[in-house]
């Protein structure tokens, strides 16, 4: 209980730090931030249901669809356009409900087959959206109504608002919200993680039958975790809706759900802090690095050097593919788990935390495998 | 009916094809319970080095090198990156993440060599047709089944009556028994990476042949639709994800030969029907057509 007081003390910083942002950097830092923040409230609901439940899912981007394209069509014309606020709830609300859909093969689906049933999702998700042009506009997607709270616009000028001599455009204004909206994610998983409901999900990860035994309602956890992890992605799709102002089916590929699954491996599985940093490094790192790549040795300026020049854009798809590898080969378990250690050496007279168990039963599906079948040919 | 013999016969060839992508997809989650995110990237290898070398080597001969250099690119990605992590079979998720950050890397420099050309193979089929009773067949569709379906039995003949064959079977029932009883893990793992490179390189081959226009840098994606027919077959079973294979390609071809009558679905729905048909078979049978239900131990 005495570690509780320091514990508030130490997001207080970071908190603060974030709020005061931006009064200093431009709107393209902004922008990188607040698809970072989107994508740490899908990476958190993610790691709820990859990490804690230990049920893999390569879904997510569709559920980010769901919350996107709803709450685009719900405040939207062509939709019945809602006041944008409500249309944002009834987005998540949305996206939870397809989760729930989904529940009866997530329920009986495990593991790598779970994986695969949810790749699924993203296809045929992918084709309905550009099929149903009515709703969702096709192939050229929709733009994004803007966000209105009470009267206040996140636009760039409704009403014009300047805080400290610092105009607040619509970056500033989305900034605000991304971080309310990243707090609410952050306490109510941490909430769900250390309460009754992330034991549970753990157990149910670790051994479903020991779970069952301990009373813990498996298959009803099971679609449980799966339509919380939905409604996150649904908050993390309005947001994005409302940082690109516009949506395109081709965003919500499959590309997009191995970065969700990319992050939340970076970060360290079953964790929120560490899926949120994995969010931050898969999403910020690539945007940054193409930004800079031209200051690299050896990379062409664009538009200079001939065929076969190595440019920006190139240059930093191999570095994010490499230091992908690099982090997993020196710290498999994930920023999460280097920070931990960094953490245990800088202060050895506590003693370091004990090491983290390994979710996610890929292992445990290499056994349904026919029991019997080995026997045939034993020496 | 010429119609329905017609697509029949592509969804065969189609199935054939991904049947050896799919086989590859097995091989490695048998072996080391990675899902392979690189096998695109690997089968894009394979039909760039075979595009590069035709014209030197002859056709066979740049088949020959390109096979055994993805085997190789395969064998060594397991050996230097994944098997250097850690050595715990749990920790497969992060070596599958890990595939993700080399397709990264291999995709970008080919796509970065290949640019917006479509390369030939210079394969000896070309555009030639064969009439078969009331059809005609592309050759290299023809060359496809026959190939497909050796390539294939010969897999199955090693994992039924090889040494390694064996021990693969035993590493993937129980990792710590078979290393009890003396299999060396890593040496099996390598050896199944290669095996599915070099699959992905021949897949590579005729997913680029006529009727398909040539190699682009997107011919790798269609090693995804390999996912759907290897969890169809149920991912454990060698023989499931040839069931697996035959049954997508049936349906893309059905789906896609039928369009005008399926038009309620929207364009294109011959590309996703895969997909649908796989999430009906998991409803029914959730751990594929052929997995066995796993018995669970408390």
Redesign the interface.
């Given at each position: 209980m005495s570690e509780l007081v320091p514990k508030w003390g130490k997001l207080l910083l970071p908190a603060l730090l974030l709020c005061a942002l931006p009064f200093y950097l431009d709107a393209f830092w902004l922008r990188i931030g607040l698809f970072s923040i989107a994508a740490a409230i899908g990476a958190v609901g993610l790691g709820l249901l990859s990490g804690t439940a230990g049920q893999?899912s390569l879904g997510h981007a569709f559920f980010l669809a769901v919350g996107a394209y709803g709450y685009t069509w719900l405040a939207g014309d062509p939709g019945p356009a809602l006041p944008p606020a409500l249309a944002a709830v009834l987005a998540v609300l949305l996206a939870g409900a397809a989760g729930g859909l989904f529940s009866?093969?997530a329920g009986?689906?495990?593991g790598?087959?779970l994986?695969?049933?949810t790749?699924?999702l993203v296809?045929?998700g992918?084709?309905?959206l550009?099929?149903a042009d009515s709703v969702t506009g096709g192939f050229n997607g929709r733009s994004v109504p803007p966000l209105t709270l009470g009267g206040f616009g996140f636009t760039a000028d409704d009403p014009e608002l300047t805080v400290l001599g610092v105009p607040f455009g619509a970056e500033e204004r989305l900034w605000y919200l991304g971080l309310a909206l990243f707090a609410l994610t952050w306490f109510t998983a941490r909430g769900l993680l250390r309460g009754r409901p992330g034991r549970a999900l753990s157990a149910v990860r670790d051994?479903?039958?020991?779970a069952a035994?301990m009373g813990v309602n498996v298959a009803r956890y099971r679609s449980a975790a799966f339509v919380v992890s939905s409604m996150y992605a649904g908050l993390a799709g309005v947001l994005l809706a409302l940082s690109f102002r516009r949506v395109v089916p081709d965003y919500f590929g499959?590309a997009l759900s191995?970065d969700y699954?990319?992050m939340i491996?970076?970060g360290g599985?079953g964790s929120v802090a560490g899926a949120t940093a994995g969010a931050f490094f898969v999403t910020a790192l690539p945007l940054l690095m193409t930004r800079y790549a031209d200051q690299l040795p050896l990379v062409a300026a664009p538009g200079t050097g001939g065929?076969?020049a190595?440019g920006p854009t190139?240059a930093a798809?191999?570095l994010?593919?490499?230091?992908?590898?690099v982090i997993?080969?020196y710290a498999?378990d994930g920023l999460h788990g280097l920070s931990r250690r960094v953490r245990a050496r800088l202060r050895p007279a506590r003693s370091p935390d004990r090491p983290p168990s390994?979710p996610?039963p890929?292992?445990a599906?290499?056994?349904?495998?026919?029991?019997a079948?080995?026997k045939e040919?034993t020496? | 009916m010429t119609t329905l013999l017609d697509t029949l016969l592509n969804g065969l060839a189609l199935g054939a094809v991904y049947a050896l992508v799919a086989l590859g997809f097995v091989v490695i989650?048998?072996a080391s319970?990675?899902?392979n995110?690189a096998h695109g990237s690997l089968l894009l290898l394979g039909g760039y080095l075979v595009a590069v070398l035709h014209d030197d080597l002859g056709f066979a001969g740049a088949l020959a090198v390109a096979v055994l250099t993805t085997a190789a690119v395969a064998g060594a990605l397991d050996r230097l990156?994944l098997q250097?992590?850690?050595p715990?079979?749990?920790?497969?998720?992060?070596?599958?993440?890990?595939t993700?950050?080399?397709?990264?890397?291999l995709v970008?420099?080919l796509s970065?060599?290949i640019?917006g050309d479509l390369l030939t193979l210079g394969d000896p089929w070309g555009d030639a047709v064969t009439g078969l009773g009331p059809v005609t067949v592309a050759d290299s569709r023809l060359a496809a089944i026959v190939v497909s379906t050796v390539v294939i039995a010969g897999v199955f003949a090693l994992f039924?009556f090889t040494p390694w064959g064996?021990s693969l079977?035993?590493a993937?029932?129980?990792?710590e028994a078979a290393a009890l009883m003396g299999v060396r893990l890593s040496r099996v793992r390598m050896l199944a990476w290669c095996l599915a490179g070099a699959l992905a390189a021949l897949a590579a081959v005729f997913l680029a042949a006529f009727p398909a226009p040539g190699l682009e840098r997107t011919t790798g994606q269609i090693a995804?639709k390999a996912?759907?027919a290897?969890?169809l077959g149920g991912?454990?079973?060698p023989p499931g994800a040839l069931a697996g294979s035959l049954l997508i390609g049936l349906t893309e071809a059905l789906v896609a030969g039928y369009q005008s009558e399926l038009h309620v679905?929207?364009?294109?729905?011959g590309?996703?029907a895969p997909?649908?048909v796989?999430?009906v078979v998991?409803?029914v049978r959730?751990?594929?057509l052929f997995?066995?239900?796993?018995?669970?131990r408390?």
């Amino acid at each position: 209980m005495s570690e509780l007081v320091p514990k508030w003390g130490k997001l207080l910083l970071p908190a603060l730090l974030l709020c005061a942002l931006p009064f200093y950097l431009d709107a393209f830092w902004l922008r990188i931030g607040l698809f970072s923040i989107a994508a740490a409230i899908g990476a958190v609901g993610l790691g709820l249901l990859s990490g804690t439940a230990g049920q893999l899912s390569l879904g997510h981007a569709f559920f980010l669809a769901v919350g996107a394209y709803g709450y685009t069509w719900l405040a939207g014309d062509p939709g019945p356009a809602l006041p944008p606020a409500l249309a944002a709830v009834l987005a998540v609300l949305l996206a939870g409900a397809a989760g729930g859909l989904f529940s009866p093969v997530a329920g009986r689906v495990r593991g790598i087959y779970l994986g695969i049933a949810t790749l699924a999702l993203v296809f045929l998700g992918h084709h309905l959206l550009l099929t149903a042009d009515s709703v969702t506009g096709g192939f050229n997607g929709r733009s994004v109504p803007p966000l209105t709270l009470g009267g206040f616009g996140f636009t760039a000028d409704d009403p014009e608002l300047t805080v400290l001599g610092v105009p607040f455009g619509a970056e500033e204004r989305l900034w605000y919200l991304g971080l309310a909206l990243f707090a609410l994610t952050w306490f109510t998983a941490r909430g769900l993680l250390r309460g009754r409901p992330g034991r549970a999900l753990s157990a149910v990860r670790d051994s479903e039958t020991a779970a069952a035994v301990m009373g813990v309602n498996v298959a009803r956890y099971r679609s449980a975790a799966f339509v919380v992890s939905s409604m996150y992605a649904g908050l993390a799709g309005v947001l994005l809706a409302l940082s690109f102002r516009r949506v395109v089916p081709d965003y919500f590929g499959l590309a997009l759900s191995v970065d969700y699954l990319a992050m939340i491996v970076i970060g360290g599985l079953g964790s929120v802090a560490g899926a949120t940093a994995g969010a931050f490094f898969v999403t910020a790192l690539p945007l940054l690095m193409t930004r800079y790549a031209d200051q690299l040795p050896l990379v062409a300026a664009p538009g200079t050097g001939g065929e076969g020049a190595l440019g920006p854009t190139e240059a930093a798809r191999y570095l994010y593919g490499a230091v992908i590898v690099v982090i997993l080969l020196y710290a498999p378990d994930g920023l999460h788990g280097l920070s931990r250690r960094v953490r245990a050496r800088l202060r050895p007279a506590r003693s370091p935390d004990r090491p983290p168990s390994a979710p996610w039963p890929a292992s445990a599906e290499t056994s349904p495998a026919t029991p019997a079948r080995a026997k045939e040919h034993t020496p | 009916m010429t119609t329905l013999l017609d697509t029949l016969l592509n969804g065969l060839a189609l199935g054939a094809v991904y049947a050896l992508v799919a086989l590859g997809f097995v091989v490695i989650f048998k072996a080391s319970g990675v899902l392979n995110f690189a096998h695109g990237s690997l089968l894009l290898l394979g039909g760039y080095l075979v595009a590069v070398l035709h014209d030197d080597l002859g056709f066979a001969g740049a088949l020959a090198v390109a096979v055994l250099t993805t085997a190789a690119v395969a064998g060594a990605l397991d050996r230097l990156l994944l098997q250097r992590g850690d050595p715990d079979p749990k920790a497969a998720h992060v070596q599958t993440i890990v595939t993700i950050g080399v397709d990264i890397i291999l995709v970008t420099d080919l796509s970065r060599r290949i640019g917006g050309d479509l390369l030939t193979l210079g394969d000896p089929w070309g555009d030639a047709v064969t009439g078969l009773g009331p059809v005609t067949v592309a050759d290299s569709r023809l060359a496809a089944i026959v190939v497909s379906t050796v390539v294939i039995a010969g897999v199955f003949a090693l994992f039924r009556f090889t040494p390694w064959g064996l021990s693969l079977r035993a590493a993937a029932e129980d990792v710590e028994a078979a290393a009890l009883m003396g299999v060396r893990l890593s040496r099996v793992r390598m050896l199944a990476w290669c095996l599915a490179g070099a699959l992905a390189a021949l897949a590579a081959v005729f997913l680029a042949a006529f009727p398909a226009p040539g190699l682009e840098r997107t011919t790798g994606q269609i090693a995804l639709k390999a996912f759907p027919a290897a969890i169809l077959g149920g991912m454990a079973s060698p023989p499931g994800a040839l069931a697996g294979s035959l049954l997508i390609g049936l349906t893309e071809a059905l789906v896609a030969g039928y369009q005008s009558e399926l038009h309620v679905l929207g364009e294109g729905f011959g590309d996703v029907a895969p997909y649908a048909v796989m999430v009906v078979v998991l409803l029914v049978r959730p751990t594929g057509l052929f997995g066995a239900k796993g018995a669970v131990r408390v």
